[in-house]
């Protein structure tokens, strides 16, 4: 991976090196962060990078830092602002990963969530694939539960909940699966361990209810409407019990960085055929071109960073 040169750190772009906290951090040691991750696409055609959809990742960010009673100090029009300084202050042209961390900046001995400080910091670094088997990844039903929303909630990205999710990927990849299907306390499937879960069956587009212990993903929202507007499917939001999805024709994984990765067999049981299925081909045709910018009608959800003819001038 090519780390970062800088860094968005107490109010201003600086040096990557410079941008670092103490030992006793309270989010360090407590969990206390919230965090959000966004990706930048590469146009080649159009010498241009467009952030997708940076309005939605910042208002789940901003709710994601109240549900830690954060007070962050910047809205979310100056965290696109920053994050499009940062990126321009990178300079790559190639896809981007943008990482925004709140944390709570005191060095203290002591678990709560008042009288504390919260501060703003993101950086930015080239990435490509998040799962290697984008195209045909081999799922397990993880022996974990994911959090439930009365320990710790789910909707949001909050630091200390990703140990759930560390400890769902790392049995599941030993274990020889790419990814892991984590089920909740009722029993229902949530999602993966960093993605949201689709699945087809009898035609229909079905995934997990909001309610149902799982992070509001931007990305599972927009497949919602791209699958209903787009290409006409009926797209159901209700629980999902776990031996439906062994009898799914189709199921895939969602989200900023996995993007749209097809389930092809599920604890060693093929989906439909085997293959990455029709439904999953189009819908990931389909968002590859929106995040790029190749569809006009979504161009509402790109910020494109670079200003076109500096960067013709440098090339
Ligand atoms: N669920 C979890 C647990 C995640 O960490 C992510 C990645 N942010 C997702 C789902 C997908 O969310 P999004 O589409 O907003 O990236």
């Known amino acids: 991976m090519v780390g970062p040169t ?91 990963y943008v990482r925004p961390l709140a944390y709570f900046a005191e060095e203290m001995i002591g678990v709560r969530l008042h009288d504390l400080q919260a501060r703003v910091a993101i950086v930015a670094v080239p990435f490509g694939r998040y799962l290697e088997h984008e195209e045909g990844a081999h799922a397990t039903i993880s022996s974990w539960r994911r959090v439930d929303d009365n320990s710790i909630p789910a909707r949001g990205k909050i630091t200390g909940s990703y140990v759930n999710s560390a400890l769902i990927k790392t049995d599941a990849q030993r274990a020889g699966f790419d990814e892991a299907i984590v089920l909740n306390s009722d029993g229902h499937v949530a999602e993966g361990s960093a993605e949201n879960f689709f699945m087809v069956r009898h035609g229909e587009l079905i995934t997990p209810p909001i309610t149902d212990n799982i992070l509001e993903g931007i990305t599972r929202r927009t497949l919602i409407s791209l699958a209903h507007d787009d290409l006409g499917l009926t797209v159901v939001e209700r629980s999902i019990d776990r031996t439906e999805v062994y009898l799914a024709e189709e199921a895939f994984f969602c989200g900023t960085g996995v993007q749209i990765a097809a389930i092809t067999r599920i604890d060693h049981r093929p989906l439909g055929d085997g293959r990455m299925g029709p439904v999953v081909t189009r819908l990931r045709d389909l968002y590859f071109q929106v995040v790029r910018g190749g569809v006009a009608k979504y161009s509402s959800w790109l910020t494109p960073v670079y200003d076109v003819e500096r960067i013709a001038a440098s090339a």
């Open 6 to 96: 800088f860094a968005f750190f107490e109010g201003r772009i600086v040096p990557y090196a410079q941008a670092h906290v103490g030992m006793l951090n309270h989010s360090l040691n407590y969990g206390t962060g919230v965090f959000g991750g966004l990706r930048a696409y590469w146009n080649e055609a159009q010498a241009q990078l467009y952030l997708f959809r940076p309005i939605d990742h910042f208002r789940r960010f901003i709710e994601s830092s109240r549900l830690l009673n954060m007070q962050l100090p910047h809205d979310g029009a100056d965290l696109l602002r920053h994050t499009v300084e940062l990126l321009r202050a990178e300079e790559h042209k190639a896809d981007m």
